[in-house]
């Protein structure tokens, strides 16, 4: 059975009740690189197309899920540091849609006990609900 390594999904499949963000775009750190002379890491580079990796903080709308799960990451390779839509709530929470989402399974071994499958999730963009772009990568750049 061949089953590929990232598994497409769509938004609604993973954020059946929403996802909203309350911070930016951070970079990636590539834990296998040596550090620098300052001590930093360098930023992590996605191994399909070679393009620097970025993270963002999510909530999970569903009411129905656990308290560990209602914050989850989600990642971006994009050139520069992707933009997330304004927000126009009135509320720090900003309602968002992500695009090319794909799944890719790990075990969480941290627990040596009692071993756990985690989902990493990533996308090719990021927009406001129902604004889905074309192309590439959906996320505006940062100037």
Do not use: C
Request: zero cysteines; aromatic letters at 6%.
């Amino acid at each position: 059975m061949a089953v590929q390594r990232r598994i497409n999904v769509r938004h609604g499949d993973v954020f059946s009740h929403g996802a909203y963000i309350l911070d930016a775009f951070e970079p990636v750190a590539d834990f296998d690189a040596p550090a620098r002379p300052d001590g930093s890491k360098a930023q992590a580079v996605d191994k399909e197309n070679g393009l620097p990796v970025w993270q963002i903080n999510v909530i999970d709308a569903d009411p129905y899920a656990g308290k560990k799960e209602k914050t989850v990451s989600v990642k971006v390779a994009a050139k520069v540091q992707p933009v997330p839509p304004e927000n126009k709530s009135g509320t720090p929470f900003t309602l968002v849609e992500f695009s090319g989402l794909t799944l890719t399974a790990w075990i969480d071994d941290s627990n040596k006990e009692r071993p756990k499958l985690q989902w990493s999730i990533r996308a090719s963009g990021i927009h406001a609900p129902g604004q889905a772009r074309s192309g590439g990568s959906d996320s505006k750049a940062a100037a």
